[in-house]
């Protein structure tokens, strides 16, 4: 009894130590695990940074990093879009879209080329194209980006007038604010893409709206009276074009004509006089036989009667018109 206990007492604290062991084994490794596997997802990119310095950009999918905070991991969205507000903020989108009562007026009123001053609200998206740069190459990526858009877009509108940047060239705006920005941050080296740009509301001050409209009705409606006029003048010139042509048409056409015609009276008369001229008695009678046949049938009532008869108009009772 006295070696059984003697045994029990070295046997129990062996079979401790070794269950210790394997329970802080098993803590370590699912401390291993836990810290070193993560899962990328499909619109991410993952970088590592090991003791601070890049190492590696993992693509979508599960990976494994050295844990106990010898390599961190970043994940970056690559095909989201941002977006970035100058004028105005969006509290809650949908629907019934709310935004912020707050004045933005520091950052959307602007001087235009012509010395007046409109107010701008637009909207910069973007997305992360190079995602090193866009962690480590800038201190403050988002307030570096809305500086850049927001000189951009006061140099295009300081060149234009007033009328230009509220009416008229707001595509051109938005089409060459992108390009320029695009370019002011690929020379920064800010690893960010530009979607678009879009000018939301441009308006002239509050306190001037009242005279801005006044002049824009009064610019409308000259437009619409011009329009009137230019729709009067496409509608008459070619009618009048077109009935100028056909009469110019016509008078060759009678030209053409009368010429045909005088040109063949002139060839008949001159075979009729070569014929005369070779057989007289019987081309004169052909001429007066054929100028009977013209005038003959026109005549209503014919009477024939001998050359040497004397006295033939009593007998032919003229004043009731019997011959017209």
């Known amino acids: 009894m006295a070696e059984f206990e003697e045994v029990k007492k070295n046997v129990v604290p062996r079979f401790s130590r070794n269950r210790v062991v394997t329970v802080g084994l098993l803590v370590i490794v699912l401390i291993f695990l836990a810290t070193g596997l993560y899962t990328v997802d499909p619109e991410e990119v993952g970088v590592i940074q090991r003791f601070g310095k890049y190492t590696t950009t993992t693509q979508p999918g599960l990976h494994f990093k050295i844990p106990f905070g010898v390599d961190n ?35 959307s009123l602007m001087l235009t080329g012509d010395l007046n001053i409109a107010d701008l ?5 973007y997305r992360i194209k190079d995602p090193v740069l866009y962690l480590f190459h800038i201190r403050s990526i988002e307030e570096t980006l809305r500086d ?15 009328d230009e940047v509220i009416v008229l060239t707001r595509k051109e705006i938005n089409d060459l604010c992108e390009q320029q920005l695009q370019a002011l941050l690929l020379e920064y ?17 509050e306190k001037v709206k009242p005279a801005f409209n006044d002049v824009n009705s009064a610019k409308q409606e000259m437009e619409r009276i011009v329009n009137e006029a230019w729709q009067k003048y496409n509608q008459e010139i070619p009618k009048a074009e077109g009935k100028a042509k056909q009469t110019i048409q016509e008078a060759e056409g009678y030209a053409i004509n009368r010429v045909n015609r005088a040109q063949g009276d002139a060839e008949r008369f001159t075979q009729i006089f070569a014929e005369y001229r070779s057989a007289k008695a019987v081309t004169r009678k052909r001429l007066y036989l054929e100028t009977m046949q013209d005038i003959i049938p026109n005549v209503e009532k014919l009477y024939i009667v001998d050359d040497k008869l004397q006295g033939l108009l009593p007998l032919l009772n003229l004043d009731k018109g019997v011959i017209k």
């Open 189 to 205: 080296e800010t690893g960010i893409e530009i979607v678009t740009v879009n000018l939301q509301n441009v308006n002239p001050p």
């Open 121 to 125: 609200e637009w909207i910069v998206q």
């Open 73 to 107: 991991l970043t994940k970056v969205k690559v095909t989201h879009i941002y977006k970035e507000e100058f004028g105005f903020r969006t509290i809650e989108p949908g629907i019934k879209t709310r935004y912020s009562s707050r004045d933005f007026s520091s950052e």
């Open 148 to 162: 850049a858009s927001e000189s951009v877009i006061r140099q295009i509108v300081g060149d234009r007038s007033v």
